[in-house]
């Protein structure tokens, strides 16, 4: 710690902390514009001067000096003022007058600072620029004549975001930001830079003269895509969410988004919206009363619970508070059948690490990545699937020369991150690998193996796996294998990131127990710093987990039910907040099952595709609709609040679940969330020493920022071999998309209006396929047709689509394999 | 004493009252007659347009923000040359009270008081004003000024080309 005085008041700073930071601990405010608190220093507007005792003789830019042990920090002098006002007149010499039609005018920094230096005039004059503005893509417009060139957007995309879009060119007055080649602005459109411009020089498309920022009534909420869980702000303007903002000053992930939490939630004002609900008469759904709706429902379940019995099936878009409920009804109906959306895939969680740690959850938080020295990421799609964890293992690398590897059967943006070594293999291997770097670790005595149990079998299992075995079925160069195992065990710090989700159903309690038994033999779990992180594709999957909305005793899961209804057995599915005929592999079963159940029940935002075969639809409400709380995938409980209200008659999840139980004779009510979040304390432990109301902007992390494993037991599992064929076929997350709900939001469909299939440019070549061709790829029996996207990403022999365009048949070929064989043809 | 006050307080009164009896009336026969007020005079809020002929308000929301009763609305939009002006505009005069902070916010001289203060109306709706009833054909009190010629929005003329703007130098023209 270091002790200054700052206007004569007394400071003690960690010795890492620069004069702004000192002063703002006190309350002293310094005029700053190129500072942003996310971001290092940088030091280019020369706003922030103040004068040093220590320093006499020139003024010091306090944003960029670090404290040190008695200084004398004066922040306001006649001479001081006079130097920032000259510094002002000097920004505005080129400046143009533009703040009457300049979207940023109302929060604009430098309007901020012209009007409190009172700068109504300037001493020099300057030329003015005549630059064309940057409207190529559809998300975000440049308009470099009112840039001030703090640098916020060069520093964020490369030091956050890892995309490198900008840079200065140019210099003197001519300096100017401009992407590569100064062709116009293409890249993953996360936001971060219109976040970060202070000025109106880079503004989003979408909410182009929407309306001026004291209009807006800003709420701060969870983002209902990915469980990321990043902090949004809801910019609501007469009932309808206009814009997205951020939030870095108190917000989770220090504000960062990605380009679905920022520019994705037009489906939330969508106008196909459902606003009533739907039975269905004579083969048709027809719009009805509530009262009706929820009668008949009521009816046909409890027809059918006395019948072969109920599924009940739901997405991850529900609150803790709405999952709680939905266990009571179920508890109501008298099913056991109760699973939550992603069926075989996150059983990694729920059952993979709870058999190895005793824990279904992360063991580490999303903000301890940053420091640690080691980052295994097992396949490279972890970016797309949870594109603001990849950003925080950018920082790492960046800031703390973190190492990263990464285990994958295509290249990514992780891959491209800074000496980030790739372990490429053949699709559908990973678990052999993360084996064989378990051998590695045992062999060579690097192991911790103090209390894992099942240590001798774990390592007869092994046997087969050793490098070089693995190394010649993977393609993986063994040396490397081993080099990177030894790092992983070697580090102080270190990590291991697994997603999970419908499109990584294969083999997901294997694979998360084969992480989570290098992780034991690392040491990772329950170090401080280090974690285990397993995360979940939707934004409340781990609330799902924790709150236990999986098959209790002999019930059935959701493939086990979807199955079950095919083949007769089950007399009523009720789905909710999910579209298992777009999203779950295997479109034909799912599809059998929706025909051949007895009755059911969709609840959902859209007429879905599963929707459309359902006896009665229930209009439910976004996130952006409801209050409650999310837990994101490190476990952290996050409060949800209500910008809006629901279209037409549209309900809350909560609301209708409510409502059905009544009418099933269940008379339990509870006076709002916090009862109810008050009530699942009751029932999970871990969140009974919360009180809903003291959530803060943080959220609050059940189990502590390292939690501890109850078990240290190791599990042989064993690698399938997927099927060969000339070409494979693997599934995943697109960035621009999450789940199925982002195909009605505008601003993803802008820059991914289409599922594809991506293939290497060799393959390309082989088949004389050019970027856009339509293909066919056939493979299971089933033949679909579509676009083709080429680029270097993939290895020979290897095609990649997003699973999230329903309409495109995906999952009619994929059944949930690792890889699908498959065939090509033009 | 107290009765010398009486009688003083009671007669002064009517005596004033004689006294103007015999003066030229203040009040006038209104709507008879009518008075012109002075051109600065704040009525009916009326939207201008530029010399040359554009409408001036680029909707930037200044007024309404200044409004201290909130009467004014507007949706910005934006023209095939780059123009912002307003989709729509609305004064609601059942609530303004003249205060005149809106033209005194305009950055673009739009928004002018006139001394029209003849806005009446037995249906209070009839005074929700929309833009076609607010916009003249005129350039209002000043007849020179146009954001467009001091704006970088390159409008009225290329960017950097306005009056006070130096053009774009290439500084390699300084080159030796
Ligand atoms: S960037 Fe700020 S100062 Fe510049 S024109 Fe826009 S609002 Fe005005
Ligand atoms: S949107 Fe994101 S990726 Fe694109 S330039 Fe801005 S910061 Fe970089
Ligand atoms: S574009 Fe904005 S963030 Fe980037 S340098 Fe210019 S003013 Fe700063
Ligand atoms: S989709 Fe995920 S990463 Fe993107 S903003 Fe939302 S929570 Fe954050
Ligand atoms: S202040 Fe002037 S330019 Fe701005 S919206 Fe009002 S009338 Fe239009
Ligand atoms: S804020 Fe310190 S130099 Fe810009």
């Known amino acids: 710690m270091v002790n200054l005085t700052i206007d004569g008041k007394q400071v003690t700073v960690s010795k890492t902390a620069t004069i702004y930071d000192a002063a703002k601990e006190v309350g002293i405010n310094i005029p700053v514009l190129c500072y942003a608190k996310k971001l290092l220093p940088y030091g280019a507007c020369r706003f922030c001067l103040v004068q040093v005792e220590q320093m006499k003789g020139r003024l010091i830019p306090a944003c960029t000096t670090p404290v040190s042990e008695g200084m004398v920090v004066t922040t306001t002098s006649e001479e001081i003022q006079k130097v920032r006002k000259t510094v002002m007149e000097f920004l505005l010499v080129n400046h143009v007058l533009d703040c009457p039609v300049c979207d940023k005018g109302g929060e604009c920094d430098l309007q901020d600072l012209a009007y409190e230096f009172g700068s109504i005039s300037n001493r020099f004059e300057g030329v003015k620029f005549d630059l064309p503005t940057d409207e190529i893509n559809p998300l975000i417009e440049r308009n470099m004549n009112r840039c001030v060139l703090c640098g916020r957007c060069v520093r964020v995309c490369d030091e956050v975001v890892g995309y490198g879009s900008y840079s200065f060119i140019n210099r003197g007055f001519e300096t100017k930001i401009a992407t590569a080649y100064d062709r116009g602005l293409n890249c993953e459109f996360c936001g971060q830079c219109v976040s970060l411009c202070p000025v109106g020089a880079i503004l989003p498309r979408p909410f182009k003269f929407k309306a001026r920022p004291w209009q807006i009534k800003e709420v701060d909420s969870v983002c209902g895509y990915c469980g990321n869980g990043c902090t949004v702000t809801l910019g609501v303007l007469d009932n309808k969410i206009e814009t997205i903002r951020f939030n870095d000053e108190i917000g989770v992930n220090d504000g960062n988004l990605c380009i679905r939490g920022r520019f994705g939630y037009a489906y939330v004002n969508h106008q196909k919206r459902l606003t009533k609900p739907l039975v269905r008469k004579e083969g048709q759904l027809v719009e009805v009363e509530w009262d009706e709706a929820l009668q008949v429902a009521a009816e046909g379940l409890s027809n059918a619970q006395n019948g072969q019995g109920v599924g009940i099936l739901s997405g991850a878009r529900l609150t803790n508070e709405e999952f709680f409920l939905l266990k009571n009804l179920a508890k109501t109906i008298g099913t056991d059948h109760l699973d939550h959306s992603g069926g075989e895939c996150y059983k990694g969680v729920s059952e993979g690490l709870n058999e190895t740690l005793g824990v279904k959850a992360s063991t580490g938080t999303f903000p301890q990545l940053e420091s640690c020295d080691v980052i295994l990421a097992i396949r490279s799609d972890f970016w797309e699937t949870h594109p603001v964890v990849g950003m925080v293992v950018n920082q790492a690398i960046r800031r703390n020369d973190a190492q990263l590897v990464v285990v994958a059967d295509k290249r990514g943006k992780l891959t491209k991150l800074p000496r980030a070594r790739t372990l490429l293999t053949k699709a559908g291997y990973e678990l052999s690998i993360l084996n064989a770097m378990s051998k590695v670790l045992l062999d060579e005595g690097l192991a911790q193996v103090d209390g894992l149990q099942n240590l001798d079998a774990f390592k007869a299992a092994l046997s087969e796996y050793t490098p070089e075995n693995v190394a010649q079925q993977t393609g993986v160069d063994a040396d490397l294998l081993k080099d990177s195992a030894r790092k992983l065990a070697g580090a102080k710090k270190s990590a291991i990131l697994l997603a999970y989700g419908l499109p990584y159903t294969a083999q997901s309690k294997e694979l998360a127990a084969a992480a989570a038994n290098l992780a034991l033999l690392a040491g990772i779990p329950g170090r401080a710093g280090s974690g285990l992180y397993l995360c979940g594709e939707k934004a409340n999957s781990q609330g799902a987990i924790d709150l236990g909305v999986l098959p209790a005793g002999n019930g059935l899961g959701a493939q086990q039910m979807l199955t079950a209804a095919g083949e007769g057995k089950l007399d009523a599915l009720y789905v909710i907040a999910e579209d298992p005929i777009s999203s779950y592999p295997d479109r034909q079963m799912v599809e059998q099952a929706m025909d051949k159940v007895g009755f059911s029940v969709v609840q959902d935002l859209f007429l879905s595709a599963t929707a459309e075969k359902a006896d009665v639809v229930f209009p439910a409400a976004s996130f952006a609709e409801k209050e409650g709380t999310f837990t994101n995938a490190e476990r952290r409980i996050q409060r949800v609040r209500q910008g809006i209200k629901s279209p037409g008659e549209a309900k809350t999840d909560g609301a209708i679940i409510s409502a059905l139980a009544n009418k099933l004779g269940n008379t339990l009510s509870f006076t709002g969330e916090a009862a109810i979040f008050a009530e699942i304390g009751k029932d999970v432990p871990a969140y009974a020493e919360f009180n809903y109301h003291e959530i803060g902007s943080q959220g609050v992390v059940w189990g502590g920022e390292t939690l501890a494993p109850t078990r240290r037991n190791l599990v042989s599992v064993s690698a399938e071999q997927p099927a060969s064929a000339d070409y494979h076929l693997v599934t995943g997350s697109a960035l621009y998309h999450s789940g199925t709900v982002s195909v009605h939001a505008s601003g993803p469909l802008a820059v991914m209006p289409e599922a594809y299939v991506e293939l290497g440019r060799e393959d390309a070549a082989a088949l004389g396929v050019n970027d856009g061709d339509l293909l066919k790829v056939a493979g299971n029996g089933v033949e679909i047709q579509l676009k083709a996207k080429v680029d270097n990403r993939l290895p020979k022999g290897l095609l990649f689509a997003p699973y999230h365009f329903g309409n495109a048949g995906l999952n009619k070929l994929y059944r949930g394999e690792a890889v699908v064989a498959v065939s090509v043809s033009k | ?176």
């Open chain 2, 1 to 176: 004493m107290t009765l010398w006050r009486d009688i003083k307080g009671t007669l002064q009164p009517f005596w004033i009252t004689l006294g103007y009896l015999f003066q030229k009336p203040v009040t006038i026969q209104y709507p008879e007659v009518k008075r012109t007020p002075p051109p600065r005079y704040r009525a009916r809020i009326v939207l201008t347009r530029d010399p040359d002929g554009g409408e001036r308000c680029v909707a930037c929301h200044l007024c309404s923000g200044a409004c201290p009763v909130d009467c004014i609305s507007m949706q910005a939009a934006e023209d095939a040359d780059g123009r912002r002006y307003a989709a729509w505009f609305r004064i609601n005069f059942s609530r303004c009270i003249f205060c005149g902070l809106c033209a005194e916010a305009c950055p673009t001289l739009a928004i002018q008081m006139t001394p029209d203060y003849e806005i009446c109306n037995r249906d209070i709706l009839n005074l929700v004003y929309e833009k076609e009833d607010l916009l003249i054909d005129g350039c209002g009190k000043d007849t020179q000024y146009n954001f467009y010629e001091h704006a970088g929005i390159g409008v009225a003329n290329e960017r950097g080309r306005n009056q006070d703007e130096y053009g774009p130098v290439d500084p390699k023209s300084l080159l030796p």
